[in-house]
């Protein structure tokens, strides 16, 4: 590859694409216009980005921002996550951050260099929720979610969400999303979220639904959870 990376990887999303699931996943994705999508499946997506992740221009397609399709965005976040050098990781994400315009591309990114620099990223996820970017805040309750819901977890990060000052749907239900995973890891302090009110009455009603829909969660408690649903 040279200099025309960001139109070398553009043709090959093309030479990959499925009309069919372009179709489908601009359903999924309806706050994004039809022909900004490709039709790429994920699977054939990540192995592409593992392809090219370690070619010597591919920091040309990183800084091309912004991209104009949405499997060009996620190529980007399929790279930025196998990055292995924490500083390099974190910064490359705080550039992108202001880009991602969807749910699926945000969802997409969980580095695993996060799991071994979590005194680092707690004060990132703490400020992103603080974010007027939906998709940023978004992507701090998915960081909460994926790295804080276990031995690192701490009752007060389910008080930075309630704190978040949001009305988007899709903020709202990364929450909902992260408080139904807190109930079936950490139920004796998310439950006491819910039954204070703390939250939105959507959003705590989409938080139990997920829940009693949950293996994780046992019957008694899903019957509980159940009394405690707002109108």
């Known amino acids: 590859m040279s200099v025309n990376i960001c139109e070398i990887i553009k043709n090959e999303l093309f030479s990959m694409q499925d009309k069919g699931y372009r179709d489908f996943q601009s359903r999924l994705i309806p706050n994004i216009d039809k022909d900004r999508i490709i ?9 592409y980005a593992v392809q090219i992740a370690g070619n010597p221009d591919i920091e040309k397609f990183l ?6 399709y949405y499997e060009e965005n996620n190529i980007h976040a399929f790279i930025i996550e196998r990055i292995n050098d924490y500083d390099e990781c974190i910064s490359e994400i705080e550039k992108f951050l202001p880009y991602i315009d969807n749910w699926s591309t945000c969802d997409s990114i ?7 620099h979590k005194e680092k990223i707690i004060n990132s996820i703490e400020r992103w929720l603080k974010s007027d970017h939906p998709f940023t805040v978004r992507f701090g309750s998915n960081m909460l979610m994926t790295f804080f819901l276990d031995g690192d977890f701490r009752k007060e990060h389910i008080g930075w969400l309630a704190g978040v000052d949001s009305d988007d749907y899709y903020v709202q239900m990364g ?4 408080l139904a995973t807190a109930l079936a890891k950490q139920y004796d302090d998310a439950v006491t979220y819910l039954e204070n009110k703390r939250f939105s009455v959507g959003l705590h009603n989409k938080a139990i639904q997920k829940a ?3 293996y994780r969660v046992s019957d008694e408690r899903k019957e509980y959870l159940k ?3 707002r109108v």
Do not use: C, D, Q, T
């Not at 969980?110 to 071994?116: A, L, R, T, W």
């Open 39 to 47: 039709g790429v499946r994920f699977p054939h997506a990540r192995k």
């Open 63 to 68: 800084n091309s921002l912004p991209h104009f």
């Open 110 to 116: 969980k580095p695993k260099v996060f799991n071994k």
């Open 175 to 178: 929450i909902a999303w992260y």
């Open 212 to 214: 009693r829909e949950s």
């Open 227 to 229: 009394s405690l649903k």
